[in-house]
């Protein structure tokens, strides 16, 4: 894995090898979005309507905020112009549980693990933010919040931390296991949401948290820009920071690169497995949490809506770095919020989405295919090595 | 008298590097050839094209005087070649019929395999060139010896009449290099050609007809055998004149650093590998621990270094017991520890030299203050002793990985040196260098020494075990056959221990 | 130093003897608390061995003692747990099946006391929900055997199983639809391999990216047209059951294993001439050869790519009708994400199955068996949450992959791509 943050770059790297990284992710992205085109086209849409809702559906029009401007210089009224960003924002919005939920993956990816239960993970962090935050009363919101935030993480740790024991102690391998506990999640969540958190009333949602648990919206509804988005950019640097500066992320990467030298080391495998896997869950709890505390306040069923499989397509997208994820998840956070859009306006689904994301994935994992694509000279990069058969 | 195999003008070109430059070698028929040179000579390369598993990008071949074009191991094959590699081919999971039927399968009925039919001609083939083996064992049971027996045997079984053996002496004792001698006889007396890889000077004369020396992947030169000394072989196979012999003082051994008592290890697969070994190493003294491969030399040295959990008995470092004690306890109580797999063990390709030098210190002053890696600490760190151990590199941010093998090596004795030491564990320290590297890492292996640390080497090349050592123990599936006296022993006493026989058993039974 | 080495080697076999002795001592303390307690005295469960509608010939009902069934069995595990710390039976299979059989049998007999509980079918469901997850075991034991790891199987299914039910919706066939499932199946199968063989991409990865984009594409396909046109596209019928003349008159065996739909016949077929095929001809062997040791393989001229393609392709195949079976094998229509996990189910049926057809189909019979017990123990009305009887096979994959219960060895090259 390329070693980004440590001087081999920024010594023996210069601008151009910046450019060969970014081109490859630039045009996967495109590439997708292309054959995406193609199978708009194929089931009988236009694909200039459709990319066009999803453009205004994730930037907003442009003439609508100049208009909104023109009406704050003149009048000094906002609400024209806060409905101009609007779209904007919900892309910002979006992003969050994006960036927490691709931090997650990445790095689990730094010490060679393939956290595929990111899904389940953001499940059980929301049920539990929204637990801490509809059943503790009484509490100011300063004390309040972090402990809504710090169930969500806890409980995604746990989440995660079991198949990391299970791997780091008896070699199962972690993509298996972090799937059936994302099964695992959703039966329990279809529990609790039937039972023991259900609101009053009919539907199996949770009751709403209570106001001094939210994340602070910026502006006046229907925005719901909100102090998550913040949070994760301040997370996402400390992840950078973990990973790159501390001798806890050495010995993850190391762990990650060559667990048998990280071990002759003196580098303890299991302790590093079981940490990382735990704290990847608790990134994606917090995104869970993110997303309950900050946009929707509530739980109910099919709450994670793919955010874990997202994920991984971000963390392999970002190629594992933490500021690659941001700005990964905030491509994806731009597109999911003008699949939204798209789908209201011209009747695509939003499952487009998916499969534009398979396809970057592949192309991601196989730059030779983009290269080949675009006859872009073959340049010598350095393997990757993700998973390792069935683990041991 | 014919040349069976003409290789004119080989040419072979890998990103960066010229493995063979216009190579030209001669199989006469009936005749054995040696092909000398060092590791990284460009042997091995030569070889895979004639066996059709690397493209030359010029040259060609010719087979009986008729030049031939070889795509594959069955073009190769279908000429008559056969090549005995030297990290066997073989399927450990299957039995020796299997193995030797792969690929040309008979079946009853077009469907079913045929075994019984191929194990036939397995025991036909055993009785004519006197390779004595069980068709129906399976191959993770043999004995190197006897896996090598298969080897040959898979080449006969395809009706090859030109046979390579590429290192075929690597993984035997040297009574089984006498045996292997015997049956390379034997096939020449039957009609085969051989080319013979090695770069053991001593073989190349007891069997050649022919010699033919690689340097840089260039012919240096054809010399008669009868002409030949070992000296001239190895100025020619290293291009320059090249002490055989490592100069070391006496020793001055002083007290036990490490004391092993009735050790026993379990390997990864759980099989008692290690049954109950004892020894001592002492300050200031080279202790070499000789043996075939996989004789248990690699758990030993895992179960000392924390790797692999002690199963019974004691080691005790400094007067210390190490028991459950983590790899870190044991590095921190002064253990340098070469791996036996650089890449595997000893370093991270992937990372920067710098990180690699110093992958079991980070934690420590001055690369770490709390939690936080101090860069310039670090840098001082790689850039002083990439100066001190000679490592050529264009600087100490390239990854590990970018590096020659010898260049490998020595980052890992720099970063193992570079800590104070009171014992030394090196585990096949000179596995793949150049003499040049080796030459180096002997010389550092010997200072430390000198500098009354305790040093543990474990090899499986005999040459290496002798020049380095003070005390020898021999490792015999799992045991120390025996402990003698580097200067009270000789080859031949130590082959029969490797084997698995006592000396004085043996005068007995004669 | 011999002395050692015995002493050693007693010490961990005595280690080994104590824990499953333990643990079966402990599983009939906890037959006894859990069930035998809670059993009323004097009521009978009634085991049905009869199914409606079968040609079999019909037999009595097994009518059992509630409380001393579960109690005997109570008995049975604790002596044999005993048995063993005394004399150690060593075997580490039969000790297994003493438990699982003991428990399942106390387990079933408390759920179903003073009630009648259909034997048969439940045997008969087990086959039938096993069959989805035997095909996913398969495929990836054909494919893992040539050393490419397919976790991709999930995304094969789901396209499979949508292909089958519009075309068969469409042509009026179930057979076409069973032939384009296959087909689609080879064909993604072909894209991984291409991937991960030619571009040497992470094999894990392509598989997780075949499995996000075979979700997301069904699912588009769905939305988009299946749900607004339910008869003309996803409303496909299924396939009859055929039962075999004479064998489907058996009482008990004949509903279960002759009273079965084609997909059935074939996933059964399909487990038999596996085993020949990679065991007794040459392609098994070359097979076995490629998933070991590679170089091997291709120093004797074998073309290590070619076995792999053609392995992984078949692997697809396989996977293609696992799809088939979700939908025209079984419900007769497309649901989003229908396939719940079967194929990573099947995975771990695979493994637990040491990589051989026959292991991976009994593994996944455990599978089917943990599958349709749910159901009828919801019918029974048994006071466990039906979402936690859910979560019962995913529960055991997760056990069967810690290697408690066994350790299993994959091919030696498995997941690793192959350089010249």
């Known amino acids: 894995m390329s070693e980004t943050a440590t001087p081999s770059q920024t010594k023996t790297g210069n601008r151009s090898s910046l450019a060969q990284e970014l081109l490859v992710p630039v045009l996967a992205v495109v590439t997708g979005l292309i054959i995406g085109a193609i199978v708009i086209v194929a089931s009988g849409a236009n694909v200039f309507d459709a990319y066009g809702a999803l453009f205004t559906g994730s930037f907003g029009s442009p003439i609508r905020l100049i208009e909104g401007l023109q009406v704050y210089f003149s009048t000094g009224e906002t609400k024209e112009l806060l409905r101009a960003i609007y779209p904007f924002t919900e892309s910002l919005v979006t992003a969050t549980p994006y960036i927490f939920a691709g931090l997650s993956v990445a790095l689990g990816f730094r010490a060679g693990l393939f956290n595929i239960g990111a899904e389940g993970q953001f499940f059980i962090g929301a049920l539990c933010s929204a637990f801490v935050g509809y059943s503790v009363k009484g509490l100011p919101m300063i004390i309040h919040l972090p402990l809504a935030i710090l169930a969500g993480a806890l409980g995604g740790a746990l989440w995660g931390m079991i198949p990391g024991y299970l791997k780091a102690k008896f070699g199962a391998h972690e993509v298996v296991n972090t799937i059936m506990m994302n099964w695992i999640a959703f039966r329990l969540s279809d529990w609790l949401l039937n039972g023991p958190m259900k609101a009053s009333g009919f539907r199996p949602v949770t009751p709403n948290v209570l106001p001094t648990a939210e994340l602070p919206r910026f502006f006046d509804d229907p925005l719901r820009f909100n102090l998550g988005f913040f949070l994760a950019l301040l997370v996402a640097y400390l992840v950078y920071w973990f990973l790159f500066k501390t001798t806890t992320g050495f010995e993850i990467r190391s762990v990650g690169a060559n667990p048998d030298a990280a071990k002759y080391a003196g580098m303890s495998i299991v302790k590093n497995l079981v940490l990382v896997m735990a704290l990847a869950g608790g990134l994606a709890g917090m995104a869970g949490s993110a997303q309950v505390l900050g946009v929707d306040h509530w739980v109910g069923q099919g709450f994670s809506a793919g955010y874990g499989f997202d994920a991984i397509a971000l963390a392999l997208l970002g190629k594992s770095h933490p500021f690659g994820v941001v700005l990964s998840a905030l491509l994806f956070g731009f597109l999911r919020s003008g699949a939204t859009n798209m789908q209201s306006r011209a009747g695509i689904p939003i499952d487009i989405i998916s499969i534009i994301q398979g396809l970057v994935i592949v192309f991601i994992a196989a730059p030779a295919i983009i290269r080949w694509f675009y006859r872009i000279r073959s340049i010598k990069t350095e393997e990757t090595v993700l998973t390792r058969g069935w683990g041991k | 008298m014919t040349n069976v195999l003409e290789l004119r003008g080989i040419t072979k070109r890998f990103p960066g590097v010229i493995a063979n430059e216009n190579v030209d070698v001669t199989l006469r028929e009936g005749k054995i050839l040696a092909l000398l040179g060092e590791n990284g000579a460009g042997k091995t390369t030569l070889m895979n094209i004639l066996y059709g598993l690397y493209k030359p990008d010029e040259g060609h071949i010719a087979v009986r005087g008729k030049q031939v074009e070889i795509h594959g191991p069955n073009d190769a094959i279908a000429q008559g070649i056969g090549m005995v590699h030297q990290h066997f081919m073989l399927v450990p999971v299957m039995t020796v019929t299997e193995n030797v039927m792969l690929g040309i399968e008979p079946t009853k009925n077009g469907i079913i395999l045929d075994k019984e039919k191929v194990a036939q001609r397995i025991r036909e083939i055993s009785d004519q060139y006197g390779l004595e083996v069980d068709p129906h064992a399976y191959i993770k049971d043999l004995p190197v010896g006897i896996q090598q027996r298969v080897e040959i045997i898979k080449v006969l079984y395809r009706q090859a009449d030109i046979l390579i053996l590429d290192e075929p002496t690597a993984v035997l004792t040297p009574q089984e290099v006498e045996g292997l001698f015997k049956i390379i006889d034997t096939l020449i007396k039957s009609g085969k050609s051989i080319i013979f890889i090695t770069h053991k000077l001593k073989e190349v004369l007891a069997v050649a007809d022919d010699i033919t020396v690689l340097r840089l992947g260039k012919v240096v030169g054809s010399i008669d055998p009868k002409e030949a000394t070992s000296q001239k072989l190895a100025s020619m196979m290293v291009g320059r004149d090249v002490s055989l012999v490592v100069e070391k003082g006496k020793a001055k051994p002083g007290e036990p650093v490490l004391v092993v008592d009735g050790l026993a290890v379990r390997d990864e697969r759980q099989n008692l590998t290690v049954r109950g070994v004892s020894f001592e190493v002492r300050k200031g003294e080279v202790l070499g621990v000789a043996g075939v491969q996989g004789n248990g030399q690699t758990e030993l040295v895992y179960a000392l270094t924390g790797l692999l959990p002690i199963e019974g008995g004691t080691i005790r470092l400094l007067n210390e017991p190490i028991r459950h004690t983590s790899p870190r306890e044991i590095l921190e109580r002064g253990v340098a520890h070469i791996p036996e797999d650089r890449q595997r063990h000893g370093l991270i390709l992937t990372f920067p030299i710098h990180d690699n030098m110093m992958l079991c210190t980070y934690y420590k002053n001055p690369f770490a203050r709390g939690i936080t890696l101090q860069e310039k600490p670090i840098f001082n760190n790689a850039e002083e002793l990439v100066k001190q151990f000679d490592v050529r590199t264009p600087n100490i941010y390239v990854n590990a990985g970018t590096l020659s093998g010898g260049n490998q090596q020595k980052v890992i004795v720099a970063r193992e040196f570079s800590r104070p030491i009171e014992l030394l564990i090196a585990s096949q320290p000179t596995r793949g260098l150049d003499v040049g590297s080796i030459e180096y890492i002997h010389k550092q292996i010997i200072k430390k020494r000198d500098e009354g640390s305790g040093v543990l080497v474990v090899s499986s090349e005999l040459d290496e075990i002798l020049a380095l050592s003070d005390r020898i123990a021999v490792m015999y599936k799992g045991q120390i056959m025996d402990i003698v006296d580097a200067n009270k022993t000789s080859k031949e006493q130590l082959g029969l221990l490797m084997a698995g026989v006592h000396p004085t058993d043996a005068k007995n039974t004669k | ?420």
């Open chain 3, 1 to 420: 130093m011999t002395t050692t080495t015995m002493e050693l080697s007693t010490s961990a076999e005595k280690r080994k003897r104590i824990s499953y002795g333990m643990t079966l001592l402990v599983a009939g303390l906890l037959i006894y608390l859990l069930f035998g307690l809670t059993t009323q005295a004097g009521v009978s469960t009634t085991f049905g061995l009869n199914l409606a509608g079968s040609q079999a010939i019909e037999v009595s009902d097994l009518v059992v003692p509630a409380q001393l069934t579960v109690n005997l069995m109570a008995a049975i595990a604790a002596f044999a747990g005993a048995y063993q710390l005394a004399k150690g039976i060593r075997s580490t299979g039969w000790l297994i099946g003493i438990l699982a059989v003991t428990f399942v049998i106390a387990f079933l007999t408390w759920a179903a006391q003073d009630k009648s509980f259909n034997l048969t079918g439940m045997l008969g469901s087990s086959l039938v929900r096993a069959t989805p997850i035997a095909l996913a075991a398969l495929c990836g034991v054909i494919s893992e055997r040539s050393a490419v790891i397919n976790i991709g199987i999930e995304g094969i299914m789901l396209m499979s199983a949508q292909t089958a039910v519009v075309t068969a919706t469409v042509s009026g066939n179930l057979y076409v639809g069973l032939i384009a499932a296959i087909l689609v199946g080879a064909l993604v199968a072909a894209f991984h391999a291409y991937l991960v063989i030619r571009f040497k991409v992470d094999q894990v990865v392509s598989g997780v990216a075949i499995n996000i984009f075979g979700t997301g594409f069904t699912s588009f396909i769905s939305s988009r047209f299946l749900q607004k046109a339910t008869d003309a596209l996803n409303n496909s019928g299924t396939f009859p059951i055929i039962s075999i003349p004479g064998l489907s008159k058996i009482p008990i065996l004949g509903p279960v294993l002759f009273e079965n739909n084609i997909v059935i016949y074939l996933m059964i077929l399909l487990v038999v001439v596996m085993h020949i095929m990679l065991f007794y001809t040459p392609w098994g062997l070359r097979t076995r050869a490629v998933g070991e040791h590679p170089k091997a393989a291709d120093t004797l001229g074998i073309n290590v790519y070619l076995v792999r393609y053609v392995n992984v392709i078949l692997g697809g195949m396989i996977a293609g009708l696992g799809g088939a079976y979700f939908t025209i094998g079984s419900v007769g229509r497309f649901d989003e994400i229908m396939t719940a996990g079967k194929g990573f189910i099947g995975l771990a049926a695979m493994i637990f199955g040491k990589w051989n057809p026959i292991g991976a189909f009994t593994s996944s019979l455990i599978f089917g068996f943990a599958d349709s017990l749910q159901v009828k123990l919801q019918i029974l009305r048994v006071p466990i949450p039906s979402e936690f009887l859910l979560m019962a096979p995913y529960i055991v994959t997760m056990i069967i992959l810690t290697g408690v219960v066994g350790r299993a060895i994959p091919p030696a090259a498995d997941g690793q791509p192959y350089e010249k």
